[in-house]
């Protein structure tokens, strides 16, 4: 059975170390192009949130701003881990909204390891325990 630490390993994680590399090596301004092709967004949506969010280039603050409004997968995880506050230890009622699982799913998943709280490094081994059907 499929897990969701597997979707989270290609779906998610891939894509986020790209965003950082890209952020950490690349001098700003960024093209829409690029943005979008990071953000799995097309470029008139990043044009449509730059004129809603007054943005008039992309940097590494605005390019955070267009992140949280995006609608791809990566955008709404973005999203929610920031409503969430990025906190210290996330719970599985976090972890089930800023994934969009299951909240059951999710709490079974954290009974089976014994722990009601995760440290950032130790949620891919929570989402080992968590099946999806696809």
Same mark, same amino acid.
């Given at each position: ?10 779906? $998610?994680?891939?894509?986020?170390? &790209? $965003?950082?590399? !890209?952020?950490? =090596?690349?001098?700003?301004?960024? *093209?829409? *192009? ?28 605005? !390019? ?10 990566? @955008? ?7 409503? @969430?506050? $990025?906190?210290?230890?996330? =719970? ?11 909240? *059951? =799913?999710?709490?079974?998943?954290? &009974? &089976?390891?014994?722990?009601?709280? !995760?440290?950032?490094?130790? $949620?891919?081994?929570? !989402? ?7």
């Amino acid at each position: 059975m499929k897990t969701f630490k597997e979707e989270y390993e290609t779906q $998610i994680e891939p894509y986020l170390k &790209q $965003i950082d590399i !890209f952020l950490k =090596t690349k001098k700003p301004p960024y *093209s829409i *192009s690029k943005t979008s092709e990071l953000l799995h967004i097309t470029q008139s949506e990043i044009k449509h949130i730059m004129a809603k969010e007054n943005v008039t280039i992309i940097d590494q603050k605005t !390019f955070f701003t267009i992140m949280k409004n995006g609608s791809s997968t990566l @955008c709404h995880v973005f999203a929610r881990e920031l409503y @969430c506050g $990025i906190p210290k230890y996330y =719970t599985a009622e976090n972890i089930s909204y800023i994934y969009n699982l299951d909240i *059951s =799913t999710v709490l079974q998943a954290s &009974q &089976q390891m014994g722990l009601n709280k !995760f440290s950032p490094g130790i $949620i891919k081994t929570l !989402f080992h325990f968590i099946p999806i059907q696809k």
